[in-house]
C-alpha cells in the first residue's frame, strides 16, 4: 500500500519523510514538482501521477502537498481519503496543520505516523485512541519539559481502545462538567444566474458535536422531522440499523470533537435563498474603463438577521484598479489577485448595503468579455434553513444528568451569482 | 556519580574540538529554530550534574554555555549524541532520539549512530523505545548485522503476558527487513495467528506481507496462515487478512468459499479500511461465483442493437421478462449485495467508491442506481475525492446515463473549481445529455463559454461539438453557435471551434457550404497550427463547394509556405493536391510551385509527402499505374469522425481502481474476471456443521459409544463455529441418527418420543433457515410470525408423587408446542406411570380452581391405565400470562387428588421469528419502564456463545434472532401476545449485560431473574 509519505511545502521544500517499507529516495518528487509547474495553481496538480516506478497520489491542503508513493495498484481514494485523515490529525493536535507546526513537533509527527500506519496499511486513524498513545503537545506541557528536561509524549498506558469494540471512544473518561453540544450547521449551495432567478440549489448540513461525558454515555439524539434529511453519512458510531428502522441517531459517542453526521435536503423542497442580489458590472468598449455596481438585500429569513455578509468577485485579469464607493462596509480590491473583497457586515431591512463606482482598466487592451461571478458568503444564527430541529437527546449507561445543548446556524456553502 | 561527571567534561571537549570540525560533518542540526528549543531543554539538567559536581566542572559549564548562547551555536556531531545515548539517564537518552528522528524526518543519513541507538532497544522508557523501534525499522536494511543484536528483545517481547507488548513486539520484529531472520518471523506469525487476543492476531495478519516481500519464497507457509486467520470470526482481524491474502494469494480464490458469509456479516463491523479492502476482494470474488444478473439484457443488446439503439438502457428491467428460463439471484450474491447497501452512508469516501463499484460490477441494472445518491454526495468533499470520484462517474454515466440523470445539475460548474475538476464535471454532463435536457445543458455551455478559464472554454467547445454529434436535433444550433464563437476575441476559443466545427461539417457539408466560406476567410487571422490546418483541410475535402475560394486561398497559402508549422505544410500540400485533381487548369503552376518548395522542406515527412503527391497526380511518361485513380484516392467520401468519450470502455478496469484511474494496468492490478456461464457450485460456501459431523463420524465411530460420540461430536461442532443456534446441532445429530436414543440432556422419558418426529421436521426446516442464512424473509409474512420452538431439554415437575399417589406417579413438562385448538394455551404434557399392582381407571381432571381468567383445556379421561404402563396426554392451560398456578383435582376411579401445575415464566410464552431491525424497532418502542436491563458474571459453563443460546432458550420459550449482532431473542406470551425481547451481551471479563424488554412489567422481571439465574450457574 502506502510505501512512503513526503510532506512538501509550496515551494518545493520536501521537509519530512517517512518510509514503512524499503526507502524510496526522495527524487520522486521531482515529477511533482514537474507536474506543478505545468498547472497553473497547486490545485490543478493531478491527485496521481504516473512514474515510471511508482505512483503518486497526492492532497494539497493548508499550503502542503502530502504525497504518498506507491508501487502496486491500490483504490486511489483510499490513499486520499487516509492522507486527509493524516491532515486532520495534525490539525487537531498542534491547532494548525503548517510547515511551521509540522516541524516544531517532527518527534510527535513522527510517532503519529508510527501509529497510523503499519506496513503501509492504516493502522489507528481515530483521534481517541491516537490521543491515548500520544499526548498532544499543550502549552503548559512544553513549559514543564523545557524544566524539567523532557516529560514524554507517550503515554504511559496502554492504548486499550484499540482492542474494544468501539475504537472511537477512550475508557476511562471523566468529566466534572458533563456537557454535550451539537451544532447543526447547514450551507446553501447555489448558483443564481445573471437575472437573479435559481439554476441550482441545494443545502447540505452537518452536525458536529462536542460532547465531553464520563463514562460510556449511550446517546440517542432524535429530530422532529427527520424525513427531511435525504441522503446522511455518518460517524461509525452511529448505528445505522437503529436509523433505518427508527429515524433516531443512536450511538456511543467518541470523547471529544467530531462530525456525528452529514446530510443532504430533500431537493424537492424548495431552497428559500436568504439574500437577494442585484448587481451590474459592465466594461466599456472604448476608453478603457468599467461600471460595477451591486446590490444586496435581505429576502427570506424567517425573521433572523444575515451576518457577515462578504462578496468576493474574482476580475478579469484587465482590471488594473478599482474606485468603488460603499453605503455599508469596506471594499477592498487587490489589484495583485484581482480579487474585489467587500465586505458587509449584517443585513438591516432599513438600508440597503449598496457598492458602485468606475473600474479602470488596462489601456491598450481589448474589452473582456467574459463577467466576473460573485461569490458571496453569510451566516445566519440560530436557524436551520431547512427546518430541520433536533426534538430530544436521550442519555442511557450513566447516572449523572448532562448538560446538553443544540445550536443552530446557517451558512452560504458555495454560493455564487453569475454576471 | 563518577559516571555523570564525565558526560559535561566530554561535552566541554567536545565543544572545543567541534570549533574546528567541518561544517558538512555534522548534519545534525540545520540552522532553522529548532535547535534552540532542544539546547534549552538539555541545559537546565546538565548543569543541574554540574553544579553538584564541584567547582571544576562550573568552568566547563560556563564555557558550554559560552559556546551556546555567543551565537556560533556549533552544531553537535554525532559523538555527542552517541554519548547521550550511552549515558544512564532516560531524559537525556530521549533527547538524542528525538533528534535522531528529526534528522531521519529530514532526509538526513543517521546509519552511523545505529550502534549507539540499538543498545537502547531494551530501555525502560516508552517514548525512547518506540523512538528506538522508528530508527530501527528504517536503518536495520543497511545494518543487517547490528540489527540482529535487537532480536532477542523482540523474541522476549512475544512472550509477554501483555497483548498490546505481544503485538508491538511482533510489529518491529516483522519490520525489520533482514533475511537471516525470515525463520524467526515465520515462527513468531504463526505463534501470533493462533495467539488468544485478537488484536496480536491482527498484527499477524499485518506481518504477513511484509515477511512476503521479502522472501517470496515462503508463499505457502504464508497461505497457511492466512487461510488459518480467514476463519477468525472477530471483526479487528478480517481486514487486515484480506489485504494480506490480496497481497500475498490473491489468485486462491478458494480460500474464500468457507469464510465468504461470515466476511459479509462482519463487513459492517469492520474499520473502514478494512472494508475498502473486503469489498473490492469480495467483488473480484462475485464475478467468479456468480451469473451475471444483466445477461439476459446483454443478448438482447447484442441481437437487436438496431433497434434499442438510443433508446434508454433503464428499459433492461423489462425485457429481462421476456427471458424463457428466469434468472434467479444466488442467495450469497443477496446477501453481499444487501449487507454492503449500508456502507453507503459512509463518512469514508473510499468505502462508499467501494460499495459504488461493487454494485456497477455486480448489481442487477435496476439497483445500480442506489449508489449515485451517495457518489453525488462525495461531489462535496475535497477536491482530490472530486476528482477521483467524477472519473469514475463520467466511466459509469456512459454505461448507466438514466442513473444520474436526476443529479444533472450535481454537476454544474462553479468559477471556483479547479479547471480538472471542471473539465471532468464537462465530461458528465456530456454523457449525460439526451433529448430531453440538451436544451439546459447547452444553456449551462453558453455560460460556461465566458469563462476566464481558456482551457476550461476550450474543453466546453470540445463537449458541444460531442453532444451535437450524439444528438442530432441540436446540431444545427450547436454549428450555430460555434460559428458566433469563430468572432470570439481569444485566438484559443476561435482555434478550438474551428477543430470542432471541422468534424461537424465533415456530417454534412453540402448544407454548410457558408460557414466553409467564412472559415476561409478566417486563415488570415488565426494563427493557432492546428487551427489553420483544419479550415486548409475542410476546403480541399470540399473544394468543390466553394470552387472559387479554394485557389485563392491556396495561392495565399503558397506565398506563406516556407513559415508555417509542419501540419499546416502538410494541410497545404493536402490541399494543392486536391485542387490539381479537380481544378487543374487553374491551380497547376500554383501546385508545382508548392511541390517544389515542400521537396527541399527540412522535415522528412513533408519531403516524402511532397515526392508521393507528385507521383501520384503528375502524368509522367512512365505512367504510373495508380495516377489513374488518384481522384479517388485524394477524394474519396470520408467517413465523419466519432466523437467518442475518452471514458468509453474504461469499465473493464475494475471501478475506483488505480488502473481505471490512469486507464493503464498498474502493478498487482487483479483483472476483473468475466461472469462465469454456469454458476459453480453455490455448496462450497456452506459451513454445515453437518458436513464435519459425518466426516468426523466416520472416522470416529468405531471408537466410541454411540451416546458419547454425540456428545463429543455436538461439542466439537460448536467449538467449531457458533454461527448457528444451539438447536441446530443437537438437532442435527438426531437427525443423523435413528431416533432411538436418549436426548442430550435427558429430561425425557420415552413417553415423549411420538411427540419427536413431529419437533423434528419443524426443526430440520428452522436450521435449514437460520443456517444457511438465505433469510427467505420475502417468504415468511412480515408481521412477526410465531415459529416452533427452539429446541431445548425440556425439564419434568412432579404433579403427583408416587406415595402420594399411591402408587399412581404423574409428572408434566411443558411441551412448547402450540396447542392445537387455543392459540392462547400453553401446552402441557402430563405423564401417568402406574405404579400399583391394579390397573387404574377413569383418570381425568374435576373441579378446576382457577384464577379469574383462566382457561383449561382437559385432556380426554384415560379409560384405562395397566399396572407399570405409562401414558403421556396433553392439556392446555391459558395462564392468562401470570405466574399463579392452576389448581384442579385429579381423579382415578377410586380417589381424588389436589394437584396444582404453576408455570415457570419462561413457558408463558412462544418464539417469534423475527429479523434484527425488526428487532431492534420492537425494542426501540420498549424503552423505559418497559426495559430491565441488569449486569451478570457468566457462570463457568456458559462462556461460549452457544452455552449462552442453550441457557436462554432452556430458560424460556424464545427463538433466536437469527444472524444478529448481540444474542437477541424474541418471543411473545401465550394470552396477550405482548412481544418478549431478550438480548444478552457478552463483554470481556465474563460479564455481560442481559436486557429484557416486555411490556408486561412483571412478566419482565421475573424473566430477567430466571434467565440471570440460568446464565450464572
Given amino acids: ?419 | 556519580m563518577q559516571r555523570l561527571l564525565q558526560l559535561p567534561a566530554s561535552a566541554v571537549n567536545m565543544v572545543k574540538t567541534a570549533q574546528g570540525q567541518e561544517e558538512a560533518k555534522s548534519p545534525v542540526l540545520t540552522p532553522d529554530g529548532s535547535q534552540a528549543t532542544w539546547y534549552s531543554a538539555v541545559r537546565p539538567d546538565e548543569l543541574r550534574h554540574l553544579r553538584a559536581g564541584g567547582e571544576v566542572e562550573d568552568a566547563g559549564a560556563s564555557a558550554e554555555e559560552g559556546a551556546n548562547t555567543g551565537g556560533q551555536a556549533q552544531p553537535l556531531r554525532h559523538d555527542d549524541l552517541k554519548e547521550m545515548l550511552d549515558s544512564n539517564k532516560d531524559s537525556l537518552k530521549l533527547e538524542a532520539m528525538k533528534r535522531i528522528v528529526a534528522m531521519m524526518a529530514r532526509g538526513k543519513n543517521a546509519s552511523d549512530l545505529f550502534p549507539a541507538v540499538v543498545k537502547n532497544v531494551a530501555c525502560k522508557n516508552i517514548e525512547v523505545k518506540k523512538l528506538v523501534y522508528v530508527y530501527l525499522v528504517r536503518y536495520a536494511e543497511e545494518q543487517q548485522d547490528l540489527a540482529l543484536l535487537s532480536i532477542s528483545t523482540f523474541q522476549r517481547g512475544l512472550k509477554d503476558p501483555n497483548q498490546l507488548i505481544r503485538a508491538s513486539a511482533l510489529r518491529v520484529l516483522s519490520s525489520i527487513r533482514v533475511t537471516i531472520i525470515i525463520p524467526i518471523m515465520m515462527l513468531a506469525i504463526k505463534d501470533a495467528a493462533s495467539d488468544m487476543s485478537p488484536y496480536v492476531r491482527k498484527t499477524a495478519a499485518h506481518a504477513i506481507p511484509k515477511l512476503y516481500s521479502l522472501d517470496p519464497e515462503q508463499k505457502e507457509p504464508l497461505i497457511e496462515v492466512i487461510e488459518k486467520l480467514l476463519a477468525d470470526k472477530t471483526t479487528l482481524v478480517a481486514g487486515s487478512v484480506v489485504m494480506a491474502f490480496e497481497g500475498v494469494c490473491p489468485e486462491r480464490i478458494d480460500l474464500i468459499h468457507k469464510n465468504y458469509r461470515k466476511l459479509c456479516n462482519l463487513l459492517i463491523d469492520v474499520e473502514e479500511w478494512g472494508q475498502v479492502v473486503i469489498i473490492n476482494m469480495l467483488t473480484r470474488y462475485a464475478r467468479t461465483q456468480f451469473l451475471n444478473p444483466n445477461a439476459n439484457e446483454v443478448l438482447l443488446e447484442e441481437g437487436e442493437e438496431k433497434e434499442f439503439y438510443g433508446s434508454d438502457e433503464e428499459e433492461g428491467k423489462e425485457e429481462k421478462v421476456e427471458k424463457k428460463k428466469p434468472y434467479v439471484m444466488d442467495p450469497d450474491h443477496r446477501l453481499l449485495l444487501r449487507n454492503t447497501k449500508p456502507l453507503l452512508q459512509s463518512r469514508n469516501a473510499a468505502v462508499v467508491m467501494a460499495v459504488a463499484q461493487l454494485y456497477f460490477h455486480l448489481a442487477p441494472k435496476a439497483e445500480v442506481g442506489v449508489t449515485a445518491k451517495a457518489l453525488v454526495r462525495l461531489l462535496r468533499s475535497h477536491s482530490e475525492v472530486q476528482f477521483v470520484v467524477l472519473q469514475n462517474v463520467a466511466t459509469m454515466s456512459i454505461k448507466r446515463k438514466g442513473m444520474f440523470e436526476t443529479y444533472l445539475k450535481s454537476f454544474y460548474i462553479r468559477s471556483t473549481d479547479p479547471t480538472q475538476i471542471k473539465v471532468l464535471k464537462l465530461e458528465v454532463l456530456t454523457n449525460l445529455a439526451t433529448e430531453t435536457s440538451i436544451s439546459i445543458i447547452l444553456r449551462e455551455f453558453q455560460t460556461y463559454i465566458k469563462s476566464m478559464d481558456k482551457d476550461f472554454v476550450a474543453a466546453t467547445i470540445q463537449a458541444i461539438g460531442r453532444c451535437a454529434t450524439n444528438i442530432g436535433e441540436v446540431r444545427d444550433t450547436c454549428l450555430n453557435g460555434l460559428v458566433q464563437l469563430l468572432s470570439n476575441r481569444d485566438e484559443l476559443v476561435v482555434a478550438e471551434s474551428v477543430v470542432v466545427i471541422k468534424k461537424l461539417l465533415q456530417m454534412q457539408p453540402e448544407q454548410h457550404s457558408d460557414i466553409i466560406k467564412h472559415m476561409a476567410k478566417l486563415i488570415e487571422n488565426i494563427q493557432v497550427p492546428m487551427a489553420r490546418a483544419s479550415i486548409l483541410w475542410l476546403i480541399g475535402e470540399y473544394c468543390e463547394h466553394v470552387p472559387k475560394i479554394a485557389p485563392d486561398v491556396l495561392r495565399k497559402m503558397a506565398k506563406s509556405f516556407t513559415s508555417e508549422e509542419d501540419i499546416v505544410k502538410l494541410q497545404i500540400l493536402n490541399l494543392a493536391a486536391k485542387l490539381y485533381l479537380t481544378n487543374s487548369k487553374q491551380t497547376k503552376l500554383l501546385t508545382q510551385y508548392v511541390l517544389n518548395l515542400a521537396k527541399y522542406d527540412q522535415n522528412y515527412d513533408i519531403r516524402d509527402r511532397a515526392r508521393f503527391i507528385r507521383q501520384l497526380i503528375v502524368p509522367t511518361d512512365k505512367g504510373g499505374a495508380l495516377s489513374k485513380y488518384a481522384k479517388k484516392l485524394f477524394l474519396a467520401l470520408k467517413p465523419a469522425p466519432i466523437l467518442e468519450s475518452p471514458f468509453k470502455d474504461r469499465d473493464h478496469f475494475q471501478l475506483g481502481s488505480l488502473s481505471h484511474l490512469l486507464n493503464v494496468k498498474a502493478g498487482g492490478y487483479q483483472e476483473l474476471p468475466d461472469w462465469p456461464e454456469t454458476a459453480p457450485d453455490p455448496s462450497v460456501r456452506n459451513v454445515e456443521v453437518m458436513d464435519k459431523r459425518k466426516e468426523k463420524k466416520k472416522v470416529e465411530k468405531p471408537f466410541y459409544s454411540d451416546s458419547e460420540d454425540e456428545s463429543r461430536l455436538t461439542e466439537s461442532a460448536d467449538s467449531d463455529s457458533n454461527t448457528g443456534s444451539g438447536s441446530e446441532s443437537s438437532s442435527a445429530t438426531e437427525e443423523s441418527d435413528s431416533g432411538s436414543k436418549s436426548e442430550d440432556s435427558g429430561g425425557e422419558s420415552e413417553s415423549e418420543q411420538q411427540e419427536k418426529p413431529n419437533r423434528k421436521n419443524g426443526l430440520e426446516l428452522l436450521k435449514l433457515f437460520w443456517h444457511s442464512r438465505v433469510l427467505f424473509v420475502c417468504i415468511l409474512p412480515c408481521s412477526a410470525q410465531t415459529i416452533s420452538p427452539t429446541f431445548s431439554s425440556l425439564k419434568t415437575y412432579e404433579l403427583l408423587h408416587r406415595l402420594t399417589g399411591e402408587g399412581l406417579a404423574v409428572g408434566y413438562c411443558f411441551g412448547r408446542q402450540p396447542f392445537v385448538r387455543d392459540p392462547h394455551m400453553v401446552t402441557v404434557q402430563i405423564q401417568f406411570t402406574n405404579h400399583m399392582d391394579t390397573e387404574a381407571r377413569n383418570l381425568r381432571v374435576r373441579e378446576p380452581r382457577l384464577q379469574s381468567g383462566m382457561r383449561i383445556k382437559e385432556f380426554p379421561e384415560i379409560e384405562v391405565l395397566p399396572p407399570g404402563e405409562t401414558v403421556t396426554t396433553v392439556m392446555g392451560i391459558d395462564f392468562c400470562d401470570s405466574t399463579q398456578a392452576a389448581n384442579f383435582q385429579l381423579c382415578t376411579h377410586t380417589r381424588k387428588f389436589c394437584v396444582s401445575i404453576q408455570p415457570p415464566v419462561g413457558e408463558l410464552m412462544a418464539p417469534v421469528f423475527m429479523l434484527e431491525n425488526e428487532f431492534k424497532k420492537e425494542q426501540g418502542q420498549l424503552m423505559g419502564m418497559n426495559e430491565i436491563k441488569e449486569t451478570l458474571v457468566l457462570g463457568e459453563a456458559c462462556q461460549s456463545d452457544y452455552a449462552i443460546v442453550q441457557r436462554v432458550t432452556a430458560a424460556a420459550n424464545v427463538g433466536q434472532v437469527p444472524c444478529g449482532s448481540d444474542q437477541e431473542f424474541a418471543g411473545k406470551t401465550m394470552t396477550s401476545n405482548s412481544l418478549v425481547l431478550v438480548t444478552v451481551i457478552t463483554k470481556r471479563d465474563r460479564t455481560a449485560q442481559l436486557t429484557v424488554n416486555c411490556e408486561k412489567m412483571v412478566i419482565g422481571t421475573m424473566l430477567v431473574k430466571d434467565i440471570l439465574h440460568a446464565l450464572s450457574q
Fill in chain 1, 1 to 419: 500500500m502506502i510505501h512512503s509519505l513526503f510532506l512538501v511545502s509550496t515551494a518545493g521544500h520536501i521537509f519530512l519523510e517517512k518510509h514503512w517499507k524499503s526507502v524510496i529516495s526522495r527524487s520522486v518528487c521531482d515529477y511533482l514538482f514537474e507536474a506543478q509547474g505545468k498547472a497553473s495553481a497547486p490545485e490543478n496538480v493531478p491527485p496521481v501521477i504516473a512514474t515510471p516506478h511508482h505512483y503518486l497520489i497526492s492532497v494539497y491542503r493548508d499550503r502542503i502537498f502530502f504525497v504518498a508513493v506507491i508501487q502496486t495498484e491500490v483504490p486511489p481514494l483510499f490513499v486520499i481519503e487516509f492522507l486527509h485523515r493524516v491532515a486532520e490529525t495534525f490539525q487537531d493536535y498542534f491547532g494548525e496543520c503548517s510547515e511551521a507546526s509540522i516541524k516544531d513537533n517532527v518527534v510527535i509527527v513522527y510517532e503519529l505516523l508510527e501509529e497510523m500506519l503499519d506496513n503501509g496499511f492504516p493502522l489507528a486513524t481515530e483521534a481517541n485512541i491516537l490521543k491515548e498513545m500520544i499526548k498532544p503537545p499543550t502549552i503548559l506541557r512544553s513549559v514543564v519539559n523545557t524544566i524539567t528536561g523532557g516529560s514524554s509524549n507517550v503515554g504511559g498506558t496502554l492504548p486499550t481502545g484499540q482492542l474494544s469494540n468501539i475504537p472511537w471512544r477512550r475508557t476511562g473518561v471523566k468529566y466534572t462538567n458533563n456537557e454535550a453540544y451539537f451544532d447543526v450547521v447547514e450551507e446553501i449551495d447555489a448558483i443564481l444566474d445573471k437575472s437573479g432567478t435559481v439554476v441550482f440549489a441545494e443545502i447540505q448540513g452537518v452536525i458536529d458535536a462536542c460532547v465531553k461525558l464520563s463514562g460510556m454515555p449511550d446517546l440517542t439524539l432524535s429530530f422532529v422531522n427527520p424525513r427531511l434529511l435525504d441522503d446522511v453519512s455518518f460517524h461509525p458510531c452511529v448505528r445505522f440499523k437503529r436509523w433505518e428502522a427508527e429515524r433516531v441517531l443512536s450511538f456511543i459517542p467518541p470523547d471529544g470533537n467530531f462530525r456525528l453526521m452529514s446530510y443532504h435536503v430533500n431537493a424537492q423542497n424548495l431552497v428559500a435563498i436568504p439574500v437577494y442580489v442585484k448587481q451590474n458590472v459592465s466594461f466599456f468598449e472604448t476608453g478603457s474603463s468599467g461600471r460595477l455596481d451591486i446590490t444586496v438585500g435581505p429576502k427570506q429569513t424567517m425573521g433572523k438577521t444575515i451576518e457577515d455578509v462578504v462578496i468576493t468577485v474574482h476580475m478579469p485579469k484587465v482590471v488594473l484598479n478599482a474606485n468603488l464607493t460603499t453605503n455599508q462596509g469596506t471594499s477592498t480590491y487587490d489589484p495583485v489577485t484581482k480579487v474585489l473583497v467587500w465586505d458587509i457586515g449584517k443585513l438591516n431591512q432599513q438600508k440597503v448595503p449598496n457598492l458602485k463606482g468606475s473600474l479602470s482598466l488596462q489601456s491598450g487592451a481589448p474589452r473582456p468579455d467574459e463577467n466576473p461571478t460573485l461569490n458571496i458568503d453569510l451566516r445566519i444564527q440560530q436557524l436551520a434553513i431547512s427546518g430541520l430541529k433536533v426534538n430530544r437527546l436521550n442519555m442511557f449507561g450513566e447516572k449523572y444528568k448532562p448538560f446538553k445543548g443544540v445550536k443552530y446556524v446557517t451558512k452560504a456553502g458555495k454560493f455564487q451569482v453569475r454576471t
